[in-house]
């Protein structure tokens, strides 16, 4: 079956540095979506990504939806300790509403 | 204001009790879900639902069930809790195939 690989699990920055999380399918995704969750809190969805090449932006955060549309990344510039959490990449399958998730990366961020 | 509640925030409860966890969403969404989930670790599915009178068991072996009579509640029982069910338990709803989830707070499930 499908499987999401998300790397890496962990990441420690300074605060001002950049961060990336990369996020791998053994299968060709329709979509993937990407979650942020606090610590202590809830994934809240961030963006989702259709398209083959896709870039989106959201402020200091952008989003890839590779070619072959079987990985993404997310890369922050410059982050803030507002950052800090667990982000989240979830893909859904063709032809069925099976959506994987991955295991997520934990960023913290040192002021 | 649309949004999905569950309740309660926090229970602890005794080993071999049966409890029910509510789950209710005001966005007339179709599909709902149960993850569980240890704190800031993986995502673990254990129920779905895409309409009334439609459940389906997820990836994580669970001893629990769940109900969907209505399309708004999402009810998730264990009939006999075990310590190994200490966990988060969220609920989410998605309007439709392809869009985000939307996540509820949790429930934080300590079994003594």
């Known amino acids: 079956g499908q499987q999401v690989m998300q790397i890496p699990q962990y990441q420690h920055v300074q605060e001002g540095e950049d961060f990336t999380t990369y996020c791998n399918s053994s299968?060709?995704?329709?979509?993937i979506q990407w979650y942020k969750q606090r610590p202590g809190g809830h994934p809240v969805f961030l963006i989702q990504l259709v398209k083959s090449g896709e870039v989106k932006k959201q402020k200091r955060l952008t989003f890839q939806f590779g070619e072959a549309k079987k990985n993404s990344s997310l890369h922050i510039t410059a982050t803030q300790t507002t950052d800090v959490g667990t982000y989240f990449c979830?893909?859904?399958?063709?032809?069925?509403?099976?959506?994987?998730f991955g295991a997520g990366t934990r960023l913290t961020v040192k002021p | 204001e649309a949004d999905i509640y569950q309740t309660p925030r926090y229970l602890v409860i005794g080993t071999g009790k049966k409890i029910t966890l509510e789950c209710s969403q005001t966005?007339?969404?179709?599909?709902m879900y149960w993850y569980q989930q240890d704190p800031g670790m993986e995502l673990h599915l254990i129920h779905y639902s895409y309409g009334v009178n439609s459940t389906e068991k997820g990836d994580l072996s669970s001893e629990s069930t769940v109900s969907r009579i209505r399309t708004e509640h999402f009810p998730l029982t264990l009939e006999s809790a075990r310590p190994s069910h200490t966990s988060q338990y969220l609920c989410?709803?998605?309007?439709?195939?392809?869009?985000?989830?939307?996540f509820g707070s949790g429930t934080r499930l300590t079994v003594v």
């Open positions: 299968t060709t995704l329709s979509n």
């Open positions: 989410a709803s998605s309007e439709d195939r392809g869009r985000g989830y939307t």
């Open positions: 979830a893909g859904h399958q063709y032809n069925n509403n099976d959506m994987r």
């Open positions: 966005m007339g969404h179709d599909k």
